[in-house]
């Protein structure tokens, strides 16, 4: 069992930053592959960005490439969310989750998820 607790989220104006972080809660966090999903009131939850358990790989969603930024840091068991020239459409909950296996921007594919934490961009 892995637990996923997500921090960093908040209110923030166009064109303005934030960094998400998600801690887990076991020693064997470099086994999993990490991602990051978005779900928008009314809309399904989207993929955002993963990464991979050990290295650089990272993918990104085409509407945040450029913008965002994945990273983890296995000493602490953490993975992050740089997010920078945030828009409204950026505006969601966002989840982190963790993936033993299976495809990256499936959400089916992640056995572990946070709770979310909210980001609002205002106009």
């Known amino acids: 069992q892995v637990q996923l607790v997500e921090s960093g989220g908040g209110l923030v104006q166009t064109g303005g930053s934030l960094r998400l972080s998600c801690a887990a809660s076991?020693?064997?966090?470099?086994?999993?592959?990490m991602g990051w999903f978005g779900q928008a009131p009314g809309k399904e939850r989207d993929f955002v960005a993963a990464?991979?358990?050990?290295?650089?790989?990272?993918y990104y969603s085409d509407s945040v490439k450029g913008r965002f930024t994945i990273s983890r840091d296995n000493a602490k068991n953490t993975v992050y969310l740089q997010m920078n020239s945030l828009e409204p459409e950026d505006t969601a909950v966002y989840y982190c989750?963790?993936?033993?296996?299976?495809?990256?921007?499936?959400?089916?594919?992640?056995?572990?998820w946070g709770q979310g934490t909210q980001v609002t961009v205002s106009s």
């Open positions: 076991r020693r064997t966090f470099s086994n999993y592959a």
């Open positions: 989750a963790a993936r033993y296996s299976g495809t990256y921007n499936y959400p089916n594919s992640y056995a572990y």
């Open positions: 990464m991979a358990r050990i290295g650089i790989t990272t």
